[in-house]
Nanobody
Framework: QVQLVESGGGLVKAGGSLRLSCAAS????????MDWFRQAPGAEREFVAA?????????????NYADSVKGRFTISRDDAKNTVYLQMNNLKPEDTAVYYCAGKMFGTAVPTQCMDYWGKGTLVTVSS
């Protein structure tokens, strides 16, 4: 049974930082692109960041970010821990949302809502 479990959300003041984690189990983690999405109250779910699957034929990792978070958020993965992270710096009130991680087998960093598995989300609230 595949599980994606997000953690690290909370309440932070504008300008502050949080690091979200998503622990994966029940799948071959290295074969999955991992993405972060978010959904604010009354809004549609939107793409935040993505990191490609861990292709051993090359050492790099492709990443991609929504324009609204570029330069502030960083996605990374630790394949030894089956975990993907989202470091969020200089947070703004408009970053307030439930953040979800998702996985797509052999996915790239190209944004897509067509993911294979989703977590249940973690709430991030940024106060002004």
């Amino acid at each position: 049974q595949v599980q994606l479990v997000e953690s690290g959300g909370g309440l932070v003041k504008a300008g502050g930082s949080l690091r979200l984690s998503c622990a994966a189990s029940g799948l071959t983690f290295t074969a999955y692109a991992m993405d972060w999405f978010r959904q604010a109250p009354g809004a549609e779910r939107e793409f935040v960041a993505a990191i490609s699957w861990s292709d051993r034929s090359w050492s790099g990792r492709s990443t991609n970010y929504a324009d609204s978070v570029k330069g502030r958020f960083t996605i990374s993965r630790d394949d030894a821990k089956n975990t993907v992270y989202l470091q969020m710096n200089n947070l703004k009130p408009e970053d307030t949302a439930v953040y979800y991680c998702a996985g797509k087998m052999f996915g790239t960093a190209v944004p897509t809502q067509c993911m294979d598995y989703w977590g249940k989300g973690t709430l991030v609230t940024v106060s002004s």
